[in-house]
């Protein structure tokens, strides 16, 4: 069983950054995708970014290439998404998740997922 605390959210103006964390408890593996998905209102969790543990293996999606960075600290149990550039678009409740997946822009393949935090970009 993994457990995440989820901080760094909050409201900023459009061009400005934030970092979320997740602080992880449990067990964690070596072998975690490390995954970050977000969810706005009226609209289905999607995916965001994903790393592994050792910085490799990064994915983005479209909408934040260049602007978003997945990273990881095994030993500290800690994930984090940089969050650069923001838009009002990039507004939404932002998830950090775990699993032992293949496939990591799907959301049904994580096993383990934090609470959620609030982004909030204004123009």
């Known amino acids: 069983q993994v457990q995440f605390v989820e901080s760094g959210g909050g409201s900023v103006q459009a061009g400005g950054s934030l970092t979320l964390a997740c602080a992880a408890s449990g067990r964690i593996l070596s072998t975690y995708t490390l995954g970050w998905f977000r969810q706005a209102p009226g609209k289905e969790r999607s995916f965001v970014a994903a790393?592994?543990?050792?910085?490799?293996?990064?994915l983005s999606a479209d909408s934040v290439k260049g602007r978003f960075t997945c990273s990881g600290d095994k030993d500290k149990k800690m994930i984090y998404l940089q969050m650069n550039s923001l838009k009002p678009e990039d507004t939404a409740v932002y998830y950090c998740?775990?699993?032992?997946?293949?496939?990591?822009?799907?959301?049904?393949?994580?096993?383990?997922w934090g609470q959620g935090i609030q982004v909030t970009v204004s123009s």
């Open positions: 790393c592994r543990w050792n910085g490799q293996n990064t």
């Open positions: 998740g775990v699993g032992r997946t293949l496939r990591p822009e799907l959301k049904n393949t994580y096993e383990f």
